[in-house]
């Protein structure tokens, strides 16, 4: 009966090793050519520069090119849908964001599960979202904002990068907490919406720290708050919904690297290890910083309990506001 106990050890402890030797030889062979970044938004933009920053201070850590390739459409769920069918091989990996693993899920018929397709690798950054209103709004806080939009809805429009962005379901989020209405003009991108609301087209917007920083200077819009849990470091100034009394709406932009299911772990584990050591490098701090971003780093499992917590987040907001990305 002994025998019979030793042997499935005996098994088990070969199995254990030659897994580690596998795991091992991935590590030693892995990478041989260069890796792709795959971005689901235009050049240009702070998801592109982000990853730009990231990607140059990785293939050092690497000692192998990691090169930026931008596959803009659909709320970024081309790109997430080319990189989860890509193989496993760690030469193919996402650019993520609050998109692609949050919102999109309630909003559209995907063709990739962010969570069963995915392996996380890890979290990269985040950035506040802004709430901005025209210099020729007629407000000048948040809660004279509120009172225009119950007293007369129809003299404001807010302005959008399009149907089922973040500057959508956040403006859409303050709406329902705030029971205020409001016009939604989609644009194609953040930049053209930012070019209306600047030019008083539309006089509301929720954007990126990132999109709205460079113009505050200019006067043509006023950031009244943050939508966040915290005050920016860039805008120390400005005060965040919730100190303001609207509860609720706080949307951090956020930003993190995902692979293809199939992939070994070994090499996800080595992604995440190269990813945090960038993110501790003063000069990548400086950069982030510069564009309104915090690195924030994590383990890969932190990460796919964080995309897990906002999938459900988003499908309750989506559900409760009646949005459609139609």
Known sequence: ??????????????????????????????????????????????????????????????????????????????????????????????FGYIATHGINPALQKLRYDPVKDFKPIGMLASSPTLLVVSSGAGVNSVKELIAKAKKDPDSLS??????????????????????????????????????????????????????????????KIKALALAGDRRSEVLKDVPTLEELGVKGVSVPQWYALFAPASTDQAIVDRLNKELNAALRDPDVIAKFKEQGADPQSSTPQELGEFVKSEVARWKKVVEAAKLSAE
């Open 1 to 94: 009966m002994q025998a019979s106990f030793r042997v499935p050890a005996l098994a088990a402890g070969v199995t254990a090793f030659a897994l580690s030797l596998g795991a091992a030889n991935v590590q030693a062979a892995w990478p041989d050519h260069p890796i792709t970044i795959v971005v689901p938004t235009a050049p240009g933009g702070g998801n592109d520069a982000f990853a730009r920053v990231i990607a140059q201070k990785m293939g050092e850590g690497l000692k192998q090119s990691v090169i930026v390739v931008n596959k803009a459409g659909a709320q970024g769920a081309i790109a997430s849908e080319y990189v989860a069918r890509a193989p496993g091989d760690g030469y193919t990996i996402l």
């Open 158 to 219: 807010y302005a959008s990068a399009g149907l089922g962005t973040a500057p959508h379901v956040t403006a859409e989020l303050f709406k329902m907490v705030t029971g205020t209405n409001m016009l939604h003009v989609p644009y194609k991108g953040s930049a053209p919406a930012m070019t209306d609301t600047l030019a008083g087209t539309t006089q509301v917007m929720f954007p990126s720290l990132f999109s709205a920083y460079p113009h505050l200077a200019s006067g």
